[in-house]
């Protein structure tokens, strides 16, 4: 399998959040109250972490948060294959529903019903990322672009936390 293959396949879907990100996130989130993607490679450093053998699709976000006393924030890079992508955009718009805020890196797959019909469709703002992010434990940039989406009434705090890493919008 080619590099280009290998990061475009879901057979390794747990791509880290490089530090760049993880700036801007924390810059609008003060804590990150849950990660509910989180690996032991994860640099994330949420309060509450939920693994994939719990499996956050299936957990319900706001318990975990308010169990443990948690900030009512969450940071999501969820994996980016196949069916799980449309599975997660809805899980995460329905979290946000419940009144968590939430930030999300996601592939900007613009075509995609996933991105058209929750983060388009539901998100606050969105900053397209200028260039190819390199995830942590990749040997090499992204071959697709990716997008951070948020969820949430500091669209300021957003705006000014991301404007200098790409293009940002009110949605």
């Given amino acids: 399998m080619t590099l280009s293959a290998s ?13 760049c990100v993880l700036f801007g996130v924390r810059e609008v989130l003060g804590i990150i109250g849950l990660d509910p993607c989180h690996n032991e490679k994860s640099i994330v450093d949420a309060h509450c972490t939920i693994d994939k053998h719990q499996d956050g699709l299936k957990t319900a976000w706001w318990d975990v948060i308010s169990s443990n006393g948690s900030a009512k924030t969450a940071f999501v890079n969820p994996p980016y294959g196949g069916k799980a992508t449309l599975e997660w955009a809805a899980k995460i718009v329905k979290e946000a529903d419940l009144g968590l805020e939430i930030i999300a890196l996601v592939p900007a797959r613009t075509d995609t019903r996933a991105f058209q019909n929750y983060y388009l469709a539901k998100g606050d703002a969105l900053c397209f990322w200028k260039g190819r992010l390199t995830f942590i434990g990749a040997p090499a940039p992204a071959p697709f672009p990716s997008a951070i989406v948020y969820f949430g009434h500091a669209i300021g705090a957003f ?13």
Avoid: C, I, Q, Y
Avoid at 7 to 19: C, F, V
Avoid at 160 to 169: D, I, L, P, S, Y
């Fill in 7 to 19: 990061l475009m396949s879901s057979e390794k879907d747990d791509w880290n959040t490089p530090n």
């Fill in 159 to 171: 705006r000014n936390a991301f404007e200098h890493f790409g293009h940002v919008m009110d949605l």
